[in-house]
T-cell receptor
Framework: EADIYQTPRYLVIGTGKKITLECSQTMGHDKMYWYQQDPGMELHLIHYSYGVNSTEKGDLSSESTVSRIRTEHFPLTLESARPSHTSQYLC???????????FGPGTRLTVT | QKEVEQNSGPLSVPEGAIASLNCTYSDRGSQSFFWYRQYSGKSPELIMFIYSNGDKEDGRFTAQLNKASQYVSLLIRDSQPSDSATYLCAVTNSGYSTLTFGKGTMLLVSP
């Protein structure tokens, strides 16, 4: 079972603030992913990475950016938060692309 | 646009019954198939994965795959109230780069 951590778990922040959502995993997985999910709605892939210095945009257009400087760490940054960014953000990792993804506990973001 | 279709439900079954959850997918090149369980407000939790046609059993759960019909299902035997959750079907796309998730089926198991 993968150990994957996200901080903060909950965040309430004002419009215009810069925020970084942290995601770390201890399994040594090369593949990491960020999803966005509104309550009762489907998961949308917003970013993914196949390894250090590799990042790609996902299916859902997002104003966020990501970086992958270390294998275990995949932070997501919003330069200027807006109320439309209010959502749950889920980080996941996998050993290989054809293998299962393991999810972190998520960060619930509210932008006022 | 690669799609994964699931009936949104809710699927209501009594405790002890068999719950049958279904999923169809559009990408014939999909190689790997996964079922996740998601409780309200929580993150998805892997239940089963299946790569080959046929059945795969794990405890009370059985995953069934039919690639010719582009159909994957999950059977939950002896359903318990604690099984009440949304079940997400996910498949790899033929580019192998990411998973495509369905919208999920809500399962309600009544005592």
């Amino acid at each position: 079972e993968a150990d994957i951590y996200q901080t903060p778990r909950y965040l309430v922040i004002g419009t215009g603030k810069k925020i970084t959502l942290e995601c770390s995993q201890t399994m040594g997985h090369d593949k990491m992913y960020w999803y966005q999910q509104d309550p009762g709605m489907e998961l949308h892939l917003i970013h993914y990475s196949y390894g250090v210095n590799s990042t790609e945009k996902g299916d859902l257009s997002s104003e966020s950016t990501v970086s992958r400087i270390r294998t275990e760490h995949f932070p997501l940054t919003l330069e200027s938060a807006r109320p439309s960014h209010t959502s749950q953000y889920l980080c996941a990792s996998s050993e290989k692309v054809l293998r299962e993804q393991y999810f972190g506990p998520g960060t619930r973001l509210t932008v006022t | 646009q690669k799609e994964v279709e699931q009936n949104s439900g809710p699927l209501s079954v009594p405790e002890g019954a068999i719950a049958s959850l279904n999923c169809t997918y559009s990408d014939r090149g999909s190689q790997s198939f996964f079922w996740y369980r998601q409780y309200s407000g929580k993150s998805p939790e892997l239940i089963m994965f299946i790569y080959s046609n046929g059945d795969k059993e794990d405890g009370r759960f059985t995953a069934q795959l039919n690639k010719a019909s582009q159909y994957v299902s999950l059977l939950i035997r002896d359903s318990q109230p604690s099984d009440s959750a949304t079940y997400l079907c996910a498949v790899t796309n033929s580019g192998y780069s990411t998973l495509t998730f369905g919208k999920g089926t809500m399962l309600l198991v009544s005592p």
